[in-house]
């Protein structure tokens, strides 16, 4: 008599890939709600800070330092998968320049929108992310995106220019850097998943991002900001406190971090495209929640 022991094993396992599945794929669907909550929050702290303290390539620098303590920590601890994961090549490192290049540009660009107007104004505008992604991807990943796809763009595009237009906080200096910002993370974005592989996973390829971008805004924030950030830091302590003050510089570099880690956890499942257009929902919630404080 034939045994049903391999059967019975056989379907135990596959019960199990098939509830294994169905957990993860409920984390996946967690991982924008994170996201948006993260960088909610993110936002306002942030802009408070900025109100206070106007150095936007200073608050950049804690934001990518912060990161890299995080990163650093994870991985002394043992908890390599959360972090860098395992060091990488030269051609790796050549793959993640691209992305970690562009990634500090754009977040100082962004930071320095977000200190010279509204925080809905600078979301507004980079809400066109996806039509950066859209021509980027074609350049780059040589990817075509669906004509009813790019249609759809065209009403954020004229809805930008008109908010823009109605926006009393506008200036030039904010609207232009949140374009630099939606160009270069368009790059970012489009380098950033070219740079995944199956052995470098989107948490190392950010974290390696987040060191790298460190040392690029450090010198660049020194060289703007450096004789001016004592008296800055100073006046800012003044007001706010200095307990209060440098606990609010290291919670916002934390959830810039996290934020951005859960994006990018994001981005290796989706193309370039799909993940600007959730940023765009992102932006509508930090719009709606900044006028609802």
Same mark, same amino acid.
């Given at each position: 008599?034939?045994?049903? /022991?391999?059967?019975?094993?056989?379907?135990?396992?596959?019960?199990?890939?098939?509830?294994?599945?169905?957990?993860?794929?409920?984390?996946?669907?967690?991982?924008?709600?994170?996201?948006?909550?993260?960088?909610?929050?993110?936002?306002?702290?942030?802009?408070?800070?900025?109100?206070?303290?106007?150095?936007?390539?200073?608050?950049?620098?804690?934001?990518?330092?912060?990161?890299?303590?995080?990163? +650093?920590?994870?991985?002394?601890?043992?908890?390599?998968?959360?972090?860098?994961?395992?060091?990488?090549?030269?051609?790796?490192?050549? /793959?993640?320049?691209?992305?970690?290049?562009?990634?500090?540009?754009?977040?100082?660009?962004?930071?320095?929108?977000?200190?010279?107007?509204?925080?809905?104004?600078?979301?507004?505008?980079? +809400?066109?992310?996806?039509?950066?992604?859209?021509?980027?991807?074609?350049?780059?990943?040589?990817?075509?995106?669906?004509?009813?796809?790019?249609?759809?763009?065209?009403?954020?595009?004229?809805?930008?220019?008109?908010?823009?237009?109605?926006?009393?906080?506008?200036?030039?200096?904010?609207?232009?850097?949140?374009?630099?910002?939606?160009?270069?993370?368009?790059?970012?974005?489009?380098?950033? /998943?070219?740079?995944? +592989?199956?052995?470098?996973?989107?948490?190392?390829?950010?974290?390696?991002?987040?060191?790298?971008?460190?040392?690029?805004?450090?010198?660049?924030?020194?060289?703007?900001?450096?004789?001016?950030?004592?008296?800055?830091?100073?006046?800012?302590?003044?007001?706010?406190?200095?307990?209060?003050?440098?606990?609010?510089?290291?919670?916002?570099?934390?959830?810039?971090?996290?934020?951005?880690?859960?994006?990018?956890?994001?981005?290796?499942?989706?193309?370039?495209?799909?993940?600007?257009? +959730?940023?765009?929902?992102?932006?509508?919630?930090?719009?709606?929640?900044?006028?609802?404080?």
């Amino acid at each position: 008599m034939r045994s049903t /022991k391999p059967r019975r094993d056989l379907e135990v396992v596959t019960v199990q890939y098939q509830l294994d599945s169905t957990a993860e794929d409920r984390t996946k669907e967690q991982d924008p709600l994170e996201t948006y909550g993260l960088n909610v929050y993110f936002n306002l702290l942030n802009k408070s800070i900025l109100q206070h303290f106007p150095f936007p390539y200073t608050v950049s620098v804690v934001h990518v330092a912060v990161g890299t303590a995080y990163c +650093t920590l994870t991985y002394l601890l043992g908890l390599k998968s959360w972090s860098f994961g395992r060091a990488i090549s030269p051609e790796e490192l050549r /793959k993640v320049l691209g992305p970690a290049s562009m990634h500090a540009v754009g977040h100082i660009a962004a930071n320095i929108s977000y200190a010279a107007v509204a925080i809905s104004l600078t979301h507004t505008v980079k +809400t066109m992310e996806p039509a950066f992604n859209v021509l980027l991807s074609r350049l780059v990943l040589g990817e075509a995106t669906p004509a009813p796809v790019v249609a759809s763009l065209l009403p954020i595009m004229l809805g930008v220019a008109l908010a823009s237009s109605a926006e009393l906080s506008f200036n030039w200096t904010g609207f232009l850097s949140a374009m630099v910002s939606n160009l270069t993370f368009g790059f970012r974005a489009v380098w950033g /998943k070219a740079a995944m +592989t199956k052995t470098l996973d989107s948490t190392a390829v950010y974290s390696y991002t987040t060191l790298i971008s460190l040392i690029i805004c450090l010198p660049v924030a020194l060289a703007m900001e450096g004789e001016s950030l004592t008296a800055g830091a100073q006046a800012a302590v003044s007001v706010r406190g200095e307990a209060q003050f440098y606990t609010d510089l290291v919670v916002v570099g934390i959830c810039y971090h996290l934020y951005n880690l859960l994006s990018f956890n994001t981005l290796q499942r989706v193309s370039p495209v799909s993940h600007g257009v +959730t940023n765009v929902v992102k932006r509508v919630v930090i719009i709606f929640s900044r006028c609802a404080v």
